[in-house]
């Protein structure tokens, strides 16, 4: 995993020299290379899908959630809130005005890694604060949330009350068919209480 990481790192670093010697567009400020560069070392940019789903279900005023797959699959399923960016049309006045909400940590997915990973650089590469990626994007949601990840060995504490929370999450986002007595809103906000203290992303992290 770690390796995986590595190589993308390496892409990102490719891709940023590319990018600082493109022309500038829109006239708007470029970060300093240099600046550019340290950024795509550290891994702050990361959210897992555990925190961004916590913060969904907490209805965080804070979390603006941008949608980089195609039309297609937004509308076939995408997450709460979320909003559909297409990604050739980043730099238009609308769009970086989105980028540039105050108080939002505007977070990134597409199906995997790399589209958001693209679209993080060049929001640095124009100096946007607070955007983050949900690491995994919607093949490592519906990896965790949808399908049922098999325990091995003797399950700790946390282990279970994470196993409590992606349940409960599941039923409420896309429902699991299971018939109780209990409101599934209910359930949830019971549920959630077990990690209810899980990290969300600080305001030095991002871009």
């Not at 995986?4 to 990102?12: P, R």
């Not at 959210?47 to 279900?57: A, C, E, F, P, S």
């Not at 946007?128 to 990840?149: A, D, H, S």
Request: glycine letters at 6%.
């Amino acid at each position: 995993m770690e390796r995986k990481y590595t190589i993308l790192a390496i892409l990102l670093i490719v891709l940023a020299l590319g990018l600082v010697i493109l022309p500038k567009k829109n006239e708007l400020k470029e970060t300093d290379p240099r600046l550019l560069l340290s950024e795509i070392v550290e891994k702050s940019r990361y959210l897992t899908v555990d925190q961004v789903t916590h913060r969904i279900i907490e209805n965080d005023p804070t979390l603006l959630l941008i949608d980089l797959r195609a039309p297609d699959q937004y509308k076939t399923f995408s997450l709460p809130g979320s909003l559909n960016l297409l990604t050739d049309s980043l730099l238009t006045r609308s769009n970086m005005e989105l980028f540039n909400q105050p108080g939002k940590d505007k977070v990134l997915y597409g199906n995997a890694d790399i589209t958001s990973e693209k679209v993080w650089l060049l929001g640095c590469r124009y100096g946007l604060k607070r955007v983050y990626i949900m690491k995994g994007g919607m093949n490592e949601w519906f990896n965790t949330f949808v399908k049922e990840k098999v325990v091995s060995g003797t399950p700790s504490t946390a282990d279970l009350d994470l196993i409590s929370f992606r349940k409960a999450a599941r039923q409420f986002l896309i429902g699991t068919g299971e018939t109780t007595n209990t409101p599934v809103s209910e359930q949830v906000k019971e549920k959630v209480q077990v990690i209810r203290k899980a990290p969300k992303a600080s305001a030095g992290g991002g871009c």
